[in-house]
């Protein structure tokens, strides 16, 4: 809330009018009550971020069936709440919907496999609502991050922040908030249908598209090796 509060106060500095409503994506009407108070406040909702996620890591048999119920709990149906609560706001703005997948959306690597699900799910639902509101005026743009600074990698299969984890990812893959942000505005300013943010990102789903017998061979060759939870030791390989 204090991080908020400071970017919010960063916002006001600009001369822009920022409101905070922090508010749970799984939870029944807090995405509509959040809406209505921006309504209230600020006017209009011409841009909406469905941004909310995290990852369930470890390969299937660690995992059980809740743990997939409660990533697609957040990043499906957080999503689609979402929409829910502004899609009218939205059409009557002729305005944008941005929704946050990943490179996991366009390839599944062993030891991901309900965040890929997740993230793949979020694809096919930008893919058709783009469809459906072009004729509304409505512009969707799917978000694909490759590696972006942040703090996933601290947050648990329970969705429990881990202040004292590692951030994990290699530096040399990873991309900056500032650019990441910079080509994301840039993307839903100019109503693209899909921005793949990070160079091995844009590769990695180009190959992914072009030449997926090199995907498999590559990830054939690093093995079913997974990401590990913060606060836990690493998922056997
Ligand atoms: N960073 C990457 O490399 C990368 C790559 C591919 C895709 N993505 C996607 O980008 C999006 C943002 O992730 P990030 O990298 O910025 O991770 P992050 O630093 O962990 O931020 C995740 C954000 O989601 C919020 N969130 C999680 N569960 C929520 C819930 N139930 N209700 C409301 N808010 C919730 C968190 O809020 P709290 O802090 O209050 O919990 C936090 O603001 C996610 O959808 C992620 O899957 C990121």
């Known amino acids: 809330m204090d991080r908020l509060e400071k970017l919010a106060a960063d916002v006001r500095d600009l001369g822009r009018r920022a409101l905070v409503l922090p508010c749970d994506v799984t939870a029944e009407g807090d995405l509509d009550r959040a809406a209505a108070r921006t309504r209230e406040t600020l006017g209009r909702i011409d841009v909406v971020v469905a941004n909310a996620g995290f990852g369930v890591m470890g390969p299937l048999e660690t995992l059980t069936l809740g743990d997939y119920r409660r990533q697609f709990e957040t990043n499906v149906f957080g999503v689609l709440r979402t929409v829910y609560a502004t899609l009218e706001d939205v059409k009557r703005a002729r305005g944008r919907l941005v929704l946050l997948g ?16 997740s993230k793949f799910a979020v694809r096919g ?12 005026g409505v512009a969707v743009t799917l978000v694909s991050p490759g590696l972006v600074e942040s703090e996933m990698r601290q947050v648990d299969n329970r969705g429990r922040w881990h202040a004292e984890a590692a951030r994990g990812s290699p530096k040399a893959l990873v991309v900056p908030v500032a650019t990441a942000a910079r080509h994301i505005v840039r993307a839903v300013a100019r109503r693209r249908r899909e921005a793949v943010i990070t160079r091995h990102g844009k590769l990695a789903v180009f190959l992914q598209r072009h030449a997926p017998w090199l995907v498999r061979k ?3 060759r690093l093995g079913a090796r997974s990401r590990s939870q913060p606060g836990r030791a690493a998922a056997p390989e």
């Open 218 to 220: 590559v990830v054939g």
């Open 102 to 117: 990943s490179v996991s959306g366009h390839l599944a690597l062993p030891g991901a496999s309900a965040y890929a699900m």
């Open 125 to 136: 639902l930008a893919e058709a609502l783009a469809h459906e509101l072009a004729s509304r």
